[in-house]
């Protein structure tokens, strides 16, 4: 399995990873927030990614002004950058925005764990399910998208969730992975 903590995976993969790897190395993105525990997450990392796919990083902080703060410092410069305040499973978010070209940026973060937020979870078990399911599979999430489907609606209506494919998704158990 991948081992999504770090970028080092992306230096490795496709056209569109190593690019992404070269513009968030090259531009100290991940660096600049290190004390925030940042993840790149969302559909490039797991090669499901489509044309305006932008880079998702989580971020965990524990003190919202601080990490608001930083990312306004590291990034208020940037094109298009906006920061804002939101819920999000009722749970206070931190969600910035930026243009790097040629990708959008989004900066997304919570008092809680990277790894224990959903966006990581989902990730993980995309690309399990990825793994298990095959190249096709892979290629039908990818049309989905193409579509205007959101990932986690794409991989739901594929695996015949009857429910949220986003709350269906954390418990979604892959034999071979059991």
């Not at 749970?91 to 959008?104: L, Q, Y």
């Not at 190249?135 to 959101?150: D, H, T, W």
């Amino acid at each position: 399995m991948t081992d999504f903590s770090t970028i080092e995976y992306l230096k490795f993969g496709n056209q569109k990873q190593i690019l992404a790897y070269d513009i968030l190395t090259r531009n100290t993105i991940l660096s600049n927030i290190a004390e925030f525990e940042p993840i790149l997450v969302g559909t490039i990392p797991i090669n499901i990614d489509i044309e305006n796919s932008d880079l998702d990083i989580i971020c965990y902080w524990e003190n919202k002004t601080d990490f608001k703060t930083k990312i306004q410092s590291a990034f208020g410069k940037e094109k298009e950058f906006t920061i804002r305040e939101t819920q999000i499973d009722n749970k206070e978010t931190v969600v910035a925005n930026f243009k790097i070209d040629p990708f959008e940026i989004e900066i997304f973060g919570q008092n809680i764990p990277t790894k224990n937020q959903n966006g990581y979870k989902h990730m993980i078990i995309e690309d399990q399910i990825l793994t298990s399911k095959g190249e096709n599979f892979r290629l039908e999430i990818i049309k989905l998208k193409q579509k205007g489907y959101k990932t986690e609606p794409a991989f739901g209506l594929l695996l015949g969730l009857k429910n949220d494919p986003y709350l269906e998704l954390l418990n979604y158990k892959i034999d071979s992975f059991i």
